[in-house]
């Protein structure tokens, strides 16, 4: 069975797929991975399906010995990475010959790096998924020593790159009303929309917080309303009014009140944002909220056409390495396509 | 309890929840009837089948239905649930079929349950009262949420109706029993929380590799009977998984 035994990781890595849906009855949150367009890009690179679970780092990677041969793709929040010491791309698919080392730095920006096996990883199912939900007790996280197992691989392409979607520098978030926005005042809703936030040191894959220097956005009566349901973006007030965008493992019920739901494909800039990183809130219809859904999820199906190999053609080469060479993630004098 | 009256009140109410889902509440207070409403509501839509329904949940006093919006928009959906609230008086519905009743010993205050003297003077009741009137208070599973197989529990007394801390508390362990707002949590993980730590239970609620993971069904009742640290200590270790709790069918 391929696989990679992990020599060295960083503190925040767990196997993650699109979570357990169909559980918050039970009162577990649908968790999976933080940013859901780093799994289907991961899928696309690889050739196979967007359900196949891949480890997810955050802030940190890690050194990987292929057991056997195995086709890899690294997607997400880009880190210095390489085969054996030479450089490789980032949101690219490679070839790992049994023995090889995989080594991933630090992330450069952004904040989740994923790395997909072909074949997906063969961790057994809990509740219907292999996603670790770390809050609820579900599955671990991956350490030093641990050996990762690749489901059988029907075999498909290395060597291909996806475009990077630009989401890990903060932005502009759009949200929706939800049931509790009336809790808060127009006004007060007003100027929620024209703060600019930075993320706070306080992240995580359950939540997210937002610093402003002004005054707080607390609702009326907010420390005695019922516990009511919560969705993933749902962006709630603490008692002193702090806001915290809630993540795809938050609970799933909670007292503090909700000024309004970040759009499900938003939510990957938020977990992507880096400390520190400037952060807007921009309302919208939910019809218009409902389109730029439909729009994401439709580019997410798409992916796999988008999929470029990685050529050695000049003209093409230039393009590839000025994208790479933006945030320098390889010295400008380094090969980044030795090794493939 | 109250009762409440629907149709000046404006419940039961329809309201959107982010972009795919719908949320029908039965009263902006927790009442009894509107909780039972609120069971027997979500029962009936998850036998109706309603198209398009991806999940159902509850909270103490409002369903949440979870829905496909790009087979059956808003709107439609909306009509779907008002066309059912309007069939009867869901306040008036018999809870659930195949409940049970828990009875969990549960130590109160001292270094296991630190926040039970300021607890029972936010309700006026000595520490002695606020243990007596805890641990022979027989609650309701309103719901399950926040963290897997999480009971809310209650309605408890008028009294108990005391708010949440508006700092919250960096980390109680799970089997924490907590109280605010007439209601009970008990955790079934450990959890930072703005709910004030009155008991301590060896109960785990949540057990991932079981053949029954989740312990609790909403409209299952609980008691949480006093028993001495020592007691406690014996039941955990006899029993680390329930921690002597144990659970008897309830009679329709």
Not at chain 2, 177 to 206: C, N
Request: aromatic content about 6%.
């Amino acid at each position: 069975m391929s696989g990679l035994l992990v020599q060295r990781i960083g503190p925040v890595a767990s196997i993650q797929d699109l979570g357990r849906p169909g559980l918050l009855g039970q009162g577990v949150s649908q968790g999976g991975a933080a940013d859901v367009r780093g799994i289907a890009e991961g899928a696309a690179l690889l050739g196979q399906s967007p359900e196949l679970a891949a480890l997810e780092m955050g802030g940190i990677g890690g050194e990987f010995l292929a057991t056997e041969p195995i086709r890899i793709a690294l997607t997400g929040a880009p880190m210095m990475a390489s085969i054996d010491g030479s450089p490789i791309v980032w949101n690219a698919s490679h070839q790992l010959e049994k023995g090889q080392i995989l080594s991933l730095g630090a992330v450069r920006k952004g904040v989740y790096a994923y790395l997909h096996l072909g074949g997906g990883i063969a961790s057994p199912k809990i509740l219907g998924a292999r996603a670790a939900h770390l809050a609820a007790g579900i599955g671990a996280a991956v350490q030093a020593g641990d050996t990762v197992l690749a489901g059988a691989d029907k075999g498909g392409p290395v060597g291909q790159v996806l475009p990077v979607d630009p989401r890990f520098d903060g932005g502009e978030l759009r949200i929706v009303e939800s049931f509790q926005s009336a809790l808060f005042a127009e006004d007060l809703r007003a100027r929620f929309s024209d703060t600019q936030f930075q993320r706070g040191t306080r992240a995580n894959r359950m939540g997210v917080e937002m610093l402003n220097d002004g005054p707080g956005f607390a609702a009326e009566g907010q420390l005695n309303i019922l516990s009511e349901i919560i969705s993933p973006g749902d962006v709630q007030m603490t008692g002193d009014g702090k806001p915290f965008v809630l993540m795809r493992e938050c609970q799933t019920t909670g007292g503090y009140p909700r000024i309004g739901t970040v759009l499900p494909c938003d939510l990957p800039k938020v977990a992507q944002a880096p400390l520190g990183a400037g952060l807007r809130f921009r309302w919208v219809s939910l019809e218009q909220g409902l389109e730029a859904q439909q729009k994401f999820e439709a580019e997410l199906k798409s992916l796999p056409r988008s999929c470029q190999p990685l050529v050695r053609d000049p003209a093409d080469m230039q393009d590839l390495l000025s994208y790479q060479l933006v945030g320098g993630v390889v010295s400008a004098t380094s090969d980044p396509f030795e090794g493939e | 309890m109250s009762v409440p009256i629907p149709s000046s009140e404006g419940f039961p109410l329809i309201r959107t929840v982010g972009l795919h889902g719908l949320l029908v509440t039965f009263s902006d207070t927790l009442t009894e009837a509107a909780n039972r409403a609120t069971l027997a509501f979500r029962g009936a839509v998850d036998e109706r089948a309603l198209p398009a329904v991806l999940e159902t949940s509850t909270s103490l006093a409002s369903v949440f239905v979870r829905f496909d919006t790009s087979d059956v928009g808003h709107e439609q959906m909306r009509g779907l649930l008002q066309q059912m609230l309007d069939e009867r008086d869901w306040y008036s519905a018999d809870l659930p079929e195949g409940r049970r009743l828990w009875r969990v010993p549960t130590v109160y205050g001292g270094g296991l349950a630190p926040q039970l003297a300021e607890a029972a003077d936010l309700a006026g009741l000595s520490e002695t009262k606020a243990v007596e009137s805890l641990s022979n208070a027989r609650v309701r599973v309103l719901t399950i949420g926040f963290a897997p197989g999480q009971p809310y529990l209650g309605p408890l007394g008028e009294e108990w109706n005391i708010p949440r801390q508006s700092e919250l508390t960096p980390m109680v362990p799970a089997g924490a029993l907590v109280v605010a707002i007439s209601q009970l949590v008990l955790f079934s993980s450990a959890t930072p929380t703005g709910w004030r730590h009155v008991g301590q239970t060896g109960i785990r609620l949540f057990q991932p590799d079981a053949a029954r993971p989740f312990a609790l069904n909403p409209g299952d009742e609980m008691e949480f009977p006093s028993v001495s640290e020592a007691e406690f200590r014996r039941l955990t270790e006899a029993d680390p998984n329930f921690g002597g709790a144990i659970a008897t069918e309830l009679s329709a």
